[in-house]
Each structure stands twice: as C-alpha cells, then as structure tokens.
C-alpha cells in the first residue's frame, strides 16, 4: 500500500488524509499542536467545498453542527440595507448549501471521519528530504517519517513551503481582524441572518454558526503587529463599533472576552510552482488568502479532494503532483486576487469611495450575486 505523510491537521491535511485513504493510501500525520482545539472561529462553507464533503461522505456527521444560510444582507455601518441576497433559492439551484460552522467542529469531525490512529500529535516538522522513490519529512526533535508522498499541509507559515520556495515574507493586508464566538441573545441581533456592515475603513460580518451559536468578525485598517490592551478585545472593539447599527456593539458586548481573537491579515501572491518530486502543498501552505470571500478552507477541501483524484488517475507520484498543482492553479490564484481586490474596496476610507463602492453595491448587487454563483457552483 503506498503511503502518504501528511504534515498538518487542518482542514486541509484532514480532508487530504480521507480522500487519500479511500483511494487505498495508507495515512500519517503530523501535527505540531499537542491537541486538536478550540483553535479559530466561524468560518462560512461554500456550496463549492460541501459538495466536496458530501462526496467524500463525510458531510452528514457535521450538518447537524452548522447552519444553512438562508438569507444575506450587505448593509452600510449604520444598518442601511444596500443587497440582499435568497441563499435558499440558491442553495437549492447548486445541489447544497452554504453553511456556517465552527472550524473546531469541522476539525474534530474530519479527524473523527479518518480516526485518530493515524494523527501524530505534538510533532513540528522541520522539513524534508527526498530520493527516487521516497520522501522524507524531519521532525524538530529529529525523528524522522519516510512515505511515497509527502503533503505540506502546514498553513500560511508552512515549514514545508519555506524550504520548497524560499523564505519570502507575507504579503500584509493593511487591516486586521477580530473574530468572536457566542451564544448572543440579544433582540439588536437579527437571528439566521448572514450580514456584512460596511464603513471607513472597517468591516463586520456576522452570521449564525450552528448550536446556537452566532460568530462576528470586524476588520480595522491598522498596522501589522498592534495588540488590544491587557483589559481585553472589547473596550477597543466598542470604542471602534459602538456607535455602529445596534446589532453590532450588542453582538460584541454579548461575546465572552474568551471568545474573541485577533489576527492580522495577511496571503501571499499566486506562485504557480508548489510542487518539488514527491512533495506538494496544500491548502494556506499552497494558496494562502486573505478571508473576503470566505474561502480559504474551501479552497484547501477542493484542493485536497483534486490531489487525491490526480494520484488516483496518475501511477506515478512526482507526475501526479504537477497534474494535481496545474488543475489547481488557476482557480485557487483568481480567488486570492478577487479577495485581494475586495479586501481593499471593504478598507476604502475615503467618503467619495465608500459612498461609490455601496451605490455599487446598491445598484448593481446582482453582478456580484452572479459571480457568487458562479464561484460557489464549481464542482472540484
Ligand atoms: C479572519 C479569517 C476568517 C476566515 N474565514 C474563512 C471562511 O469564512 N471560509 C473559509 O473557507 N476560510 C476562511 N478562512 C481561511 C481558513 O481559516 C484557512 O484558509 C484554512 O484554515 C486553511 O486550512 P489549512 O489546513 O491549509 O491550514 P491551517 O488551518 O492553518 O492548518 C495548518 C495546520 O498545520 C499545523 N502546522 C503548522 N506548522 C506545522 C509544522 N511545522 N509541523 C506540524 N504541523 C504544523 C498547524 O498547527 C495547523 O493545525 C478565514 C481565515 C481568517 C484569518
């Protein structure tokens, strides 16, 4: 049985590792995390990468933790509705729908679906080596693991990547990001509603995560590198949100402080080589982008769902990588450029541009419904 070494237990490492074993790989991988936890947000789940999971049959086990999205809004800061959009008319037309979901319970459910045997946790790989026949991932506390395959699933910070391509720094995107869990029961709060509120200079996004629960984001354009003081993330965030349409100062004032994390935003631009004899990247380690269009992880679920059908149809490894890095160049670049493009338009400050930028939306909406559809219905 030919045997692939996975470094990294993300979604993408995760949705590799099950695609692959029932293809008849045998699976190792290493995570440098001592345990799989509560580790991110919400994140929203394309009709795009549902359909993926519902292939790899792995979609029933964690429908019941998300929420099917139904209804989006992209309103002004003050609540002005610009775009609605009936999500279950569209979720309908594609075959499956888009949901929010913690990205906790889809970690814990893909690594349930593989079984846990197969996770080596607490061990970071340092980077690799390779022959004819095999590859070889280092480990920091220098053990080593020998497979067919060697898969860099490691993230934006990828060690793999790193000795692959170079240590070429992160591209910042001028902003960063806040994102907040909580079960908010507040009547400000509109309930099964995704919604994105824009202003100068900053973003919110809100929508329903399953179990009750609601997750937020709120984007500021500030400097890499800047933290919230030692009181926490809220006093900041209200100082900034507070006088916000109501449903956003009462969601973050019912967040637990707990619940709350901050990152700079960062991706790199589109490389068309990721890809070294029998090691390949996947997922941020190949096409890291910035969350505007919310498809980062579903971007890594295709890209693991294309790489196993490549190794499945191609015999041998270092060929089957190339196909699988060719298949998946071009989508996965225009979506970084397109969340590169958005990310600056939601960041505009100046009043001319954010007052053309809603009548845009206002007016001409259903284009960028269109393309929405377009991008989602894809079938990896
Ligand atoms: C604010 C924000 C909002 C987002 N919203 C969405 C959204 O709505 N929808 C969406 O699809 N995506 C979203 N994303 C993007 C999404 O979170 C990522 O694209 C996705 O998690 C990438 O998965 P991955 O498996 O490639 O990498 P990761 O999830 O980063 O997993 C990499 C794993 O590798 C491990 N690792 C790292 N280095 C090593 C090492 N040296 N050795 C061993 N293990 C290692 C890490 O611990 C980690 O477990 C968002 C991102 C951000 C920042």
Request: net charge positive; with cysteine; proline share 6%.
């Amino acid at each position: 049985m030919p045997k692939a070494v996975i470094i990294g237990a993300g979604i993408g490492g995760l949705t590799a590792g099950i695609a692959l074993r029932q293809n008849g790989w045998e699976i190792a991988i290493f995570e440098r995390a001592p345990v799989l936890s509560e580790v991110g947000a919400g994140i929203t789940l394309w009709t795009n990468a549902v359909k993926v999971l519902q292939k790899l049959d792995v979609w029933k086990s964690m429908e019941p933790d998300s929420s099917v999205i139904g209804r989006s809004e992209i309103r002004t800061w003050l609540g002005k509705l610009l775009l609605a959009t009936d999500f279950s008319s569209l979720n309908k037309k594609l075959g499956a729908p888009t949901v929010g979901i913690h990205r906790a319970d889809l970690q814990s459910k893909l690594a349930d679906a593989l079984g846990r045997e197969p996770i080596h946790l607490g061990s970071t790989c340092a980077g690799y080596s390779q022959d004819a026949t095999s590859a070889t991932a280092k480990f920091a506390d220098g053990k080593e693991e020998r497979g067919d395959l060697l898969i860099g699933a490691d993230g934006i910070k990828s060690a793999i990547r790193t000795q692959m391509l170079g240590d070429e720094p992160l591209r910042f995107a001028g902003y960063t990001a806040w994102r907040g869990v909580g079960l908010i029961d507040r009547p400000e709060v509109p309930l099964g509603v995704t919604l994105i509120a824009m202003g100068r200079g900053s973003q919110v996004g809100m929508l329903p995560i399953g179990r009750g629960r609601t997750y937020w984001f709120a984007t500021a354009n500030v400097p890499a590198g800047e933290s919230d003081p030692p009181e926490g993330h809220k006093p900041p965030l209200l100082k900034r949100f507070g006088d916000w349409w109501p449903a956003i100062p009462a969601a973050i004032e019912a967040t637990p402080e707990t619940g709350i994390i901050r990152n700079d935003i960062f991706d790199r631009k589109p490389v068309r080589n990721w890809t070294d004899g029998r090691v390949t990247l996947l997922g941020d380690a190949a096409h890291p982008t910035t969350p505007n269009l919310g498809q980062g992880a579903c971007q890594a679920i295709e890209s693991a769902f294309v790489l196993a059908k490549c190794l499945k149809s191609i015999a041998e490894v270092p060929s089957a990588l190339l196909a699988y890095q060719d298949a998946r160049f071009e989508r996965t670049a225009m979506i970084t450029n397109r969340s590169w493009t958005f990310g600056k338009m939601f960041a505009y400050e100046n009043r001319l541009k954010c007052w053309a930028r809603n009548t845009a939306f206002r007016l001409f909406g259903g284009l960028t419904v269109k393309s929405t559809e377009k991008l989602i219905g894809y079938e990896a």
